[in-house]
T-cell receptor, first 110, second 114 residues
């Protein structure tokens, strides 16, 4: 089993749609969880940290399920500008080594 | 606040040649990371520095890759000799410390090995 696995995608959705991405991780001792956004030919940028209680930032909601070892990202009311690759990242160990998933490509269509 | 700086932005070399990449992290960031991102994959950690010391280089192909951060600020990553499979984007990132805080990525160096 890979350390971090994401929905393979790609996702093509119309503007205004709600879309959800899932990411599973294999190490139950993982301590930190993130969603990064990467635009085409750009560097990854932090979208959200994921907390045990779940957290929301505008149209974006992140959830963590430690028992099932997965994190999720929900995007409501999708905008054209949400088109990007979404990377989940899981950290752990003494140096909080961050392991990234392959990423899921989202295209929001007009 | 200035971001992470990297150079060059693009590099094309032939296999068996050598190449070096440079990174200047955000001022005051103690931890510096080099990641390799192959097309269609997520970034993979090659090496992590805490100040000028290496804390994780378990995924660095040490027969051909080397990295240093001599003064605890900027860093260089070298590949010698390059192979076709080294074609990737090499991303440098920094964080205040290694305690799980946000990594800030530079724009990357896109390497093509012919």
């Amino acid at each position: 089993r890979k350390e971090v696995e994401q929905d393979p995608g790609p996702f093509n959705v119309p503007e205004g749609a709600t879309v959800a991405f899932n990411c599973t991780y294999s190490n139950s001792a993982s301590q930190s969880f993130f969603w990064y956004r990467q635009d085409c030919r750009k560097e990854p940028k932090l979208l959200m940290s994921v907390y045990s209680s779940g957290n929301e930032d505008g149209r974006f909601t992140a959830q963590l399920n430690r028992a099932s070892q997965y994190i999720s990202l929900l995007i409501r009311d999708s905008k054209l500008s949400d088109s990007a690759t979404y990377l989940c990242a899981v950290g752990g160990g003494s140096n909080y080594k961050l392991t990234f998933g392959k990423g899921t490509l989202l295209t929001v269509n007009p | 606040e200035a971001g992470v700086a990297q150079s060059p932005r693009y590099k094309i070399i032939e296999k068996r040649q050598s190449v070096a990449f440079w990174c200047n992290p955000i001022s005051g960031h103690a931890t510096l990371y080099w990641y390799q991102q192959i097309l269609g994959q997520g970034p993979k950690l090659l090496i992590q520095f805490q100040n000028n010391g290496v804390v994780d280089d378990s995924q660095l192909p040490k027969d051909r890759f080397s990295a240093e951060r001599l003064k605890g600020v900027d860093s260089t990553l070298k590949i010698q000799p390059a192979k076709l499979e080294d074609s990737a984007v090499y991303l440098c990132a920094s964080s205040l410390d290694s305690s799980g805080r946000e990594r800030f990525f530079g724009p990357g160096t896109r390497l093509t090995v012919l």
